[in-house]
Protein backbone atom coordinates (compact mmCIF):
# COMPACT_ATOMS: atom_id res chain seq x y z
CA UNK A 1 0.00 0.00 0.00
CA UNK A 2 1.19 3.41 -0.71
CA UNK A 3 2.07 6.02 1.76
CA UNK A 4 -1.28 8.34 2.27
CA UNK A 5 0.21 9.93 5.41
CA UNK A 6 3.07 10.26 8.03
CA UNK A 7 2.57 10.02 11.50
CA UNK A 8 5.15 10.51 14.84
CA UNK A 9 3.97 9.01 18.38
CA UNK A 10 5.61 10.61 21.42
CA UNK A 11 5.90 8.65 24.84
CA UNK A 12 5.38 12.02 26.77
CA UNK A 13 3.06 14.75 26.77
CA UNK A 14 4.14 17.61 24.75
CA UNK A 15 6.60 15.33 22.26
CA UNK A 16 9.47 14.52 24.75
CA UNK A 17 11.02 11.45 25.05
CA UNK A 18 11.06 8.71 22.63
CA UNK A 19 9.47 8.58 19.76
CA UNK A 20 8.38 6.53 16.50
CA UNK A 21 7.77 7.82 13.15
CA UNK A 22 5.13 5.92 10.73
CA UNK A 23 4.19 5.81 7.39
CA UNK A 24 2.00 2.48 6.97
CA UNK A 25 -0.67 0.47 9.06
CA UNK A 26 0.95 -0.89 12.29
CA UNK A 27 -0.44 -3.70 13.70
CA UNK A 28 1.80 -3.93 16.76
CA UNK A 29 3.30 -0.69 18.34
CA UNK A 30 4.46 -2.07 21.59
CA UNK A 31 7.75 -2.73 20.13
CA UNK A 32 8.38 0.82 19.44
CA UNK A 33 6.68 2.48 22.55
CA UNK A 34 5.66 1.60 26.07
CA UNK A 35 3.15 4.50 25.87
CA UNK A 36 1.61 7.27 23.45
CA UNK A 37 1.01 10.59 25.33
CA UNK A 38 1.28 13.32 21.97
CA UNK A 39 1.01 12.96 18.26
CA UNK A 40 2.09 14.72 15.81
CA UNK A 41 -0.13 13.66 12.21
CA UNK A 42 2.28 15.28 9.16
CA UNK A 43 -0.31 14.42 6.67
CA UNK A 44 -3.11 12.31 6.30
CA UNK A 45 -6.09 11.19 8.41
CA UNK A 46 -5.17 8.12 10.43
CA UNK A 47 -7.25 5.94 13.10
CA UNK A 48 -5.05 4.65 16.28
CA UNK A 49 -6.76 1.87 18.65
CA UNK A 50 -6.19 1.23 22.33
CA UNK A 51 -4.98 -2.40 21.83
CA UNK A 52 -2.44 -4.52 19.22
CA UNK A 53 -3.84 -6.16 15.98
CA UNK A 54 -6.48 -2.81 15.53
CA UNK A 55 -8.60 -3.56 18.73
CA UNK A 56 -10.26 -1.50 21.31
CA UNK A 57 -10.96 2.04 21.20
CA UNK A 58 -10.26 4.05 18.19
CA UNK A 59 -9.26 7.73 17.60
CA UNK A 60 -9.68 9.49 14.21
CA UNK A 61 -6.96 11.88 13.70
CA UNK A 62 -6.59 14.48 10.75
CA UNK A 63 -3.32 16.53 10.54
CA UNK A 64 -2.69 18.58 13.05
CA UNK A 65 -0.59 18.47 17.09
CA UNK A 66 -2.06 16.89 19.99
CA UNK A 67 0.07 17.55 22.75
CA UNK A 68 -1.45 15.50 24.83
CA UNK A 69 -3.84 12.27 24.54
CA UNK A 70 -6.86 13.50 25.71
CA UNK A 71 -6.96 16.52 23.04
CA UNK A 72 -7.92 12.98 20.60
CA UNK A 73 -10.65 12.11 23.28
CA UNK A 74 -8.41 9.32 24.76
CA UNK A 75 -9.00 7.69 27.55
CA UNK A 76 -5.44 6.55 28.46
CA UNK A 77 -2.12 7.03 26.76
CA UNK A 78 -2.67 3.28 25.23
CA UNK A 79 -1.83 3.15 21.81
CA UNK A 80 -1.08 0.00 20.58
CA UNK A 81 -1.65 -0.07 16.62
CA UNK A 82 -2.48 2.19 13.96
CA UNK A 83 -4.29 2.30 10.22
CA UNK A 84 -3.75 5.21 7.26
CA UNK A 85 -6.88 6.22 6.09
CA UNK A 86 -6.47 5.96 2.29
CA UNK A 87 -6.74 9.39 0.90
CA UNK A 88 -10.22 10.13 0.30
CA UNK A 89 -11.65 13.13 -1.39
CA UNK A 90 -14.44 13.89 -4.03
CA UNK A 91 -18.13 12.60 -2.89
CA UNK A 92 -18.83 11.54 0.41
CA UNK A 93 -21.83 9.56 1.16
CA UNK A 94 -23.42 6.83 3.91
CA UNK A 95 -26.50 5.52 4.39
CA UNK A 96 -27.69 4.19 7.93
CA UNK A 97 -30.31 1.67 8.80
CA UNK A 98 -32.65 1.62 11.80
CA UNK A 99 -32.33 -2.10 12.05
CA UNK A 100 -29.68 -5.46 11.18
CA UNK A 101 -29.23 -6.05 7.18
CA UNK A 102 -30.09 -2.67 5.99
CA UNK A 103 -33.69 -3.19 7.25
CA UNK A 104 -36.41 -0.69 8.34
CA UNK A 105 -36.02 3.45 7.96
CA UNK A 106 -32.61 4.31 6.27
CA UNK A 107 -31.64 8.04 6.21
CA UNK A 108 -28.99 9.01 3.67
CA UNK A 109 -26.13 11.71 4.39
CA UNK A 110 -23.33 13.59 2.33
CA UNK A 111 -22.17 16.07 5.15
CA UNK A 112 -21.29 15.68 8.48
CA UNK A 113 -24.09 15.30 11.40
CA UNK A 114 -23.33 17.08 14.71
CA UNK A 115 -27.11 15.78 15.86
CA UNK A 116 -28.07 12.67 14.26
CA UNK A 117 -31.64 13.18 16.54
CA UNK A 118 -32.59 15.97 14.80
CA UNK A 119 -32.54 13.93 11.52
CA UNK A 120 -33.17 10.57 12.35
CA UNK A 121 -35.35 9.65 15.24
CA UNK A 122 -34.82 5.86 15.41
CA UNK A 123 -32.25 6.37 18.53
CA UNK A 124 -29.87 4.11 16.96
CA UNK A 125 -27.74 2.65 14.19
CA UNK A 126 -28.08 -0.63 13.22
CA UNK A 127 -26.07 -1.23 9.98
CA UNK A 128 -24.97 0.82 7.58
CA UNK A 129 -23.68 0.94 3.89
CA UNK A 130 -20.43 3.47 3.33
CA UNK A 131 -20.52 4.52 -0.63
CA UNK A 132 -18.18 7.00 -0.63
CA UNK A 133 -15.33 8.41 1.42
CA UNK A 134 -14.95 7.74 5.13
CA UNK A 135 -16.58 8.01 8.20
CA UNK A 136 -16.61 8.01 11.88
CA UNK A 137 -19.60 7.89 14.16
CA UNK A 138 -19.55 8.90 17.71
CA UNK A 139 -21.53 7.40 19.96
CA UNK A 140 -23.08 10.82 21.56
CA UNK A 141 -23.81 14.32 19.92
CA UNK A 142 -21.32 17.33 18.94
CA UNK A 143 -18.33 14.33 17.97
CA UNK A 144 -17.90 12.96 21.22
CA UNK A 145 -17.76 9.76 23.30
CA UNK A 146 -16.63 6.43 21.47
CA UNK A 147 -15.72 6.64 17.76
CA UNK A 148 -15.88 4.20 15.31
CA UNK A 149 -14.04 4.26 11.70
CA UNK A 150 -16.45 3.11 8.89
CA UNK A 151 -14.58 2.79 5.08
CA UNK A 152 -16.22 1.76 2.10
CA UNK A 153 -18.39 -1.23 2.18
CA UNK A 154 -21.49 -2.69 4.00
CA UNK A 155 -21.48 -3.13 8.16
CA UNK A 156 -24.63 -5.93 8.19
CA UNK A 157 -24.48 -4.98 12.18
CA UNK A 158 -22.64 -2.50 14.58
CA UNK A 159 -20.58 -5.03 16.02
CA UNK A 160 -19.07 -4.82 12.57
CA UNK A 161 -17.64 -1.54 13.20
CA UNK A 162 -17.01 -3.23 17.12
CA UNK A 163 -19.64 -0.71 18.46
CA UNK A 164 -21.05 -2.55 21.61
CA UNK A 165 -24.24 -1.14 20.98
CA UNK A 166 -26.11 0.77 17.96
CA UNK A 167 -25.92 4.11 20.08
CA UNK A 168 -24.97 6.53 17.52
CA UNK A 169 -25.20 10.15 18.07
CA UNK A 170 -23.26 12.24 15.60
CA UNK A 171 -21.30 11.24 12.37
CA UNK A 172 -18.65 13.29 10.68
CA UNK A 173 -16.77 12.63 7.10
CA UNK A 174 -13.08 11.82 7.64
CA UNK A 175 -11.23 14.76 5.09
CA UNK A 176 -7.44 13.97 4.47
CA UNK A 177 -6.25 17.60 4.72
Known sequence: MDSAGKIT?????NYKGDYYECSSDCPELNGHLSRCSSVRV?????????????LGYQY????GEYPDYRQWMGYTDSVRSCHVIPNVSGAFRIRVFERPDFGGQTLECTQDVSQL????????????????????????????GHQYLLER??????????????????LRRVLCV
Open 153 to 170: GQYRRHTEWAAPDPTVGS
Open 60 to 63: VLTK
Open 42 to 54: KSGAWVLFERPNY
Open 117 to 144: SDLWLQGAVHSAQVQDGAWVLYELPDYR
Open 9 to 13: FYQDQ
